[in-house]
């Protein structure tokens, strides 16, 4: 889990990283993967996780389906999940990343059922977002990967799970 303050039945940042004074900037939900920034610097997180700032993230979102011209439009308009409307993004459909790390345990497989890759670029970040956007146009999530926030990208600085690097946050300025 992407908090330090203990959790019920998960492991959490403090099983791993011993640094006091840390604070994830953003979280994932324990269904998803990717890039984590941790700063002890609360005018950074907050720029980072505030949505005000409109920090942009980016995912790489496998679905099960093949996206059409329709879902790709739904996707990049407000769309209404019920209890909130979603800004507009960014989704296109991608290739299959060659570079990304393999999922223990493995996603899911039906053999009569096709999954592709999208990248989907959000500044907002309400709970799972992504896999609840997904759903709504019919292409439900099945692995969930965030490779960048604002300008730190995992295309630009490969980091393998568990990796990680000090990087200045004047890239934020």
């Known amino acids: 889990m992407c908090q330090f303050s203990a959790h019920t039945n998960?492991?959490?940042?403090?099983?791993?990283?011993?640094?006091?004074?840390?604070?994830?900037?953003?979280?994932?939900?324990?269904?998803?993967?990717?890039?984590?920034?941790?700063?002890d610097n609360g005018m950074l997180q907050h720029r980072i996780s505030d949505p005000t700032h409109k920090a942009e993230k980016t995912y790489l979102v496998q679905v099960?389906?093949?996206?059409?011209?329709?879902?790709?439009?739904?996707?990049?308009?407000?769309l209404d999940l019920g209890d909130f409307t979603t800004l507009a993004c960014r989704a296109t459909q991608v290739e299959e990343p060659t570079w990304l790390w393999h999922r223990d345990p493995p996603v899911r497989t039906r053999a009569s059922i096709p999954t592709h890759w999208l990248t989907i670029v959000i500044?907002?970040?309400?709970?799972?977002?992504?896999?609840?956007?997904?759903?709504?146009?019919?292409?439900?999530t099945l692995r969930l990967v965030r490779v960048a926030i604002g300008p730190f990208s995992l295309a630009t600085n490969p980091l393998w799970p568990g990796e990680h690097c000090i990087v200045s946050p004047a890239a934020f300025d």
């Open 10 to 39: 998960r492991p959490t940042l403090a099983h791993y990283i011993y640094q006091p004074n840390l604070y994830p900037a953003g979280r994932l939900d324990a269904d998803s993967e990717g890039l984590m920034l941790l700063t």
């Open 64 to 78: 099960e389906g093949l996206p059409n011209n329709d879902q790709l439009a739904q996707l990049r308009s407000p």
């Open 123 to 140: 500044t907002e970040g309400k709970n799972r977002q992504i896999r609840r956007m997904t759903a709504r146009v019919g292409l439900p």
